[in-house]
């Protein structure tokens, strides 16, 4: 790639943040949109406090710049906003606004950060490329449509979709800092069945490699990540309690009745568990990998105890700073508990 001028839509968020460091230290100059203000300056960095839902300012940046590649890594998530119009505005109406920017201005590549929410249901075996998607939810519906939207531009735009399991690393928080509390303080940590499911996360740092290596494929291409070795769930709370050295112990919730106090919560909005988290905590869920793999030699670094202990630390070691943040996206923030304060106390 000749030009190293790139934008990252959503650049102030958790993963967009550690994207936007890793290009800077490889010599990109970077232009950052985000809705939140970006507190992290460099030299080679300029940042745009906007919305990727108004078509003029993502215009602007546009003919203001030469972009070699666009890292659209901006979405809202549905455990953050109650306004679902917002929401799909932003993931679906706000993709089509920097794709149909990126073409008039003749950029060459797109890289879209998708996710598995793309499935309501846990599969038998690891999810491919080539496996339909069928979300339930309204996250996961709006990335799909998203999805769609731009491969039907991918005769005038190179489109790499990178399809993510949840994202971990030292400072991701959002609802895993529910966790992180439980655990810090000693608590019990519950787990919705037996916590025998095994379901697969990706190191952010493997998934910045992934977006640095999808530069140099030509064409449009889907590609799955994950990380590899997955444990069953169990055993990754109990890696980082071990490490943590508190007095938590795991036990189980029986699985059925749980589910639907969860669901009825969710309905009551009184807590911030969705149809994701369900999923996560009581189901199996892998990709198959092989195809990034192969056609990009990615692999990759840490498994699912190890990222996860990575974020628990970071927690502990600025858990008073944690508390008082407010304007930050929603995975750099910890998530209101609802009803789950409940359970914290009875644990």
Known sequence: MTNKSVLITGSAGFFGDILKRELLTQGYACVGLDLNED???HPNLFTVQGDIRDPNLVQNLFNNNKFGVVF??????AHDIRDKDSLWESNVEGTRNIANAAIQAETPKLVFTSSNCLWGQSFS???????SPNPIEIYGLSKWEAEKLLLNYSSNLDVIILRCP?????????????????IDEGRTVWTVGPGRNRYQFVYAADLANACLRAMSHKGS??????SDNIQELRAVYQYVIDHAGTKSKIRSLPKNPSLLAMRLAHWLRISPLGPYQYKMISEDFQF?????????????????SEMLLRAYKYYHEHRTDIIQRRNTSSHRKPAQMGIIRLVKWLS
């Open 72 to 77: 659209h890594c901006a979405a809202m998530l």
């Open 125 to 131: 075996r690891p999810v491919r490329e080539s496996d």
């Open 288 to 304: 198959d990998t092989t195809r990034i793999k192969q056609e990009l030699e990615w692999q990759p670094t840490l498994n699912n």
């Open 39 to 41: 507190h992290y300056s």
């Open 221 to 226: 291409r889907v590609f799955n990540v994950g």
């Open 166 to 182: 949840t994202i971990i690393d030292e400072g991701r928080l959002g609802l895993l800092a529910i966790l992180f509390e439980f």
